[in-house]
């Protein structure tokens, strides 16, 4: 038996969307996914929650619908209520769940925050198309021993949805990871900058192939993604967090190799690295590293309700 407010919209399964969304993706009006990794596992509390209610906010100022999406209970939601919101920022038994765990946290009745990779495959099921976080994951620097890469890069390759994201976590091998972008078959554009930025810092020091200057460029390309078919791979925005809002490049590359050493000496693996890594980095700058992160989220969130926008009205004929 299913109760009445479990049915789930047509086509969509096993998903809940919010009233919110539901209505905006029927209307075609501007959508924006939000994860509910850097929420649950990549900010301290309480200011996580505060950060996720402001999220929400932003991609409402910038005129779209803002889906943040997690599994609570067994059931994967597109857009979270109020208590939902706070669920996923106070509930400290929440997993982190990657597109791999989506099933067995659905048939096993569990809870968890979804990642990048969770989070693009749930949006592009429920039809959304356009998805900000903080930095993607990726090849990690003890690649060759370890084998870490984050699933985000596979789950990319194969989703067609639109990441807004400042780069890749500068904890990562980056050089690595935009090999691996490209062996994928993932296009990469600049936003505004020839560089791929590096997260906390404006640049990482590495070149990208193409440039865009404004949303509707990039949604311009969404669409000739469709038009030219293939492979379902997503298109990652890689925009900069401002230079005045950047972390002290020099801070920053102390206070990092500090965290790996201690990750290494800790023997944190797998799952746990990027949380400890990152709150490692947020302790030992006293903050400076959690206001340059979220100063590139908030940024990233601005620049996906815009794409949003520009994705509506090329759909609805008045792009
Ligand atoms: N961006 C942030 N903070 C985060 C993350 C991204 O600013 O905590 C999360 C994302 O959910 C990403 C995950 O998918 O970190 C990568 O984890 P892993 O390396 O274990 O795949
Ligand atoms: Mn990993």
Not at 66 to 90: N, Q, S
Not at 241 to 247: I, K, S, T
């Amino acid at each position: 038996m299913t109760e009445p407010s479990a049915t789930p919209a047509a086509g969509s399964g096993p998903l809940r969307l919010s009233p919110e969304v539901a209505d905006a993706l029927a209307a075609g009006a501007p959508v924006v996914a939000l994860e509910s990794t850097i929420i649950a596992h990549g900010l301290p509390r309480p200011r996580n929650l505060q950060v996720a209610r402001e999220l929400e906010e932003a991609v409402r100022a910038g005129g779209a619908v803002p889906a943040t999406i997690a599994v609570l209970d067994g059931v994967p939601h597109i857009g979270l209520d109020k208590d939902g919101l706070e669920r996923i920022a106070e509930d400290r038994s929440l997993r982190k769940l990657g597109f791999r765990e989506l099933a067995p946290a659905v048939a096993g009745r569990a809870s968890g925050a979804t990642t990048v990779s969770g989070t693009a495959f749930l949006a592009a099921r429920a039809g959304i198309r356009v998805f900000a976080t903080g930095g993607l994951g990726g090849v990690h620097r003890d690649w060759t021993t370890s084998q870490d890469e984050s699933a985000d890069l596979g789950l990319l390759a194969r989703t067609r949805i639109t990441v807004v994201c400042a780069g890749v976590k500068s904890i990562l091998d980056v050089p690595a990871t935009l090999e691996r972008l490209e062996t994928l078959g993932v296009a990469v554009l600049g936003y505004r900058t020839g560089e791929f930025p590096g997260f906390y810092l404006t640049g990482s020091g590495q070149p990208v192939g193409w440039t865009v200057q404004d949303a509707a460029e990039v949604a311009a390309m969404m669409q000739a993604q469709d038009a030219l078919g293939g492979p379902e791979s997503a298109l990652v925005v890689a925009n900069p967090v401002p230079p005045a809002e950047q972390l002290d490049p020099a801070l920053h590359d102390r206070v990092l190799a500090e965290a790996l050493a201690a990750a290494d000496r800790a023997g944190v693996r797998g799952q746990a690295i990027t949380p400890f890594l990152l709150a490692h980095l947020t302790e030992h700058t006293r903050g400076a590293s959690l206001e340059a992160n979220l100063a590139a989220v908030r940024g990233n969130v601005r620049l996906a309700a815009e794409i949003a926008g520009r994705w509506a009205d090329l759909r609805s004929g008045r792009g």
